[in-house]
């Protein structure tokens, strides 16, 4: 099996194997342990935010594929360790630029229809301003509120770079990728989660959650 194709139908929210790409990430950050997102690219790598982890330490990094609840109880849920982390090497924590990780499993995952990698954006890729995207992720539903039970998905159109860095007063760069709208975000908890957009009937991912201006 290759990189997932058509596996996402939105009228489908919460069906077992929907965003089957979508992990949840336990980790040590700051001594804490901290919810992350991030995605399956292969059988053997996740890709995720660098500023889930202060360093390229595999310690107490647990990652958990095919669940809808991070509560337990899922029976298509498949937990791994992880062997390397490769924190890009050019991450800036301000503004977080190339803020992007790769994660290298203990052992691989077989793929089914509850776990399989996302496709993923060919290099020079234009992704237009107003292209309608979806994040997931289990973080929080508002900014300080408490982490979601259950995967949570957000429809938000690509913002423009000149844009957003209007909006934000500066310090976007052309390794930055903009979606949003009002009262519509990524929250805390879904760093390194995927965004994703439908290119013909592949589902394609095209940024890493990094960081915003509140929640919405």
């Known amino acids: 099996m290759s990189c997932a194709a058509s596996a996402v139908q939105h009228q489908d929210r919460g069906r077992p194997g929907c965003h089957s790409w979508q992990l949840a990430l336990q980790a040590v950050v ?21 500023h889930c982890f202060e360093s390229n330490s595999r310690s107490g990094v647990r990652v958990l594929f095919g669940t809808l609840t991070i ?17 890009h ?7 977080n630029d190339n803020d992007v990780a790769l ?4 052992s691989s995952v077989d793929f089914n229809d509850f776990v399989t990698p996302v496709c ?3 290099d020079g890729s234009i992704i237009n301003n107003g292209t309608q995207t979806w994040v997931t992720g289990y973080g929080t539903t508002s900014s300080g509120g408490s982490i979601a039970q259950s995967l949570q998905e957000v429809n938000v159109p690509v913002v423009s770079n000149s844009q957003c860095n209007q909006a934000y007063g500066g ?46």
């Open 30 to 50: 700051r001594r804490q342990n901290a919810l992350c997102g991030g995605s399956l690219i292969s059988s053997l790598w996740v890709l995720t935010a660098a």
């Open 71 to 87: 509560s337990g109880g899922n029976q298509n849920s498949v937990e791994r360790t992880v062997s390397q982390v490769i924190v």
């Open 89 to 95: 090497p050019d991450y800036n924590q301000r503004p």
């Open 103 to 106: 994660l290298k499993l203990a």
């Open 120 to 122: 993923l954006a060919a």
């Open 171 to 216: 310090g976007i760069t052309d390794n930055m990728l903009c979606a949003g709208q009002a009262g519509k975000d990524s929250c805390q908890g879904d760093s390194g989660g995927p965004l994703v957009y439908k290119q013909n009937s592949q589902w394609t991912q095209a940024g890493v959650v990094s960081f915003g201006s509140g929640c919405g």
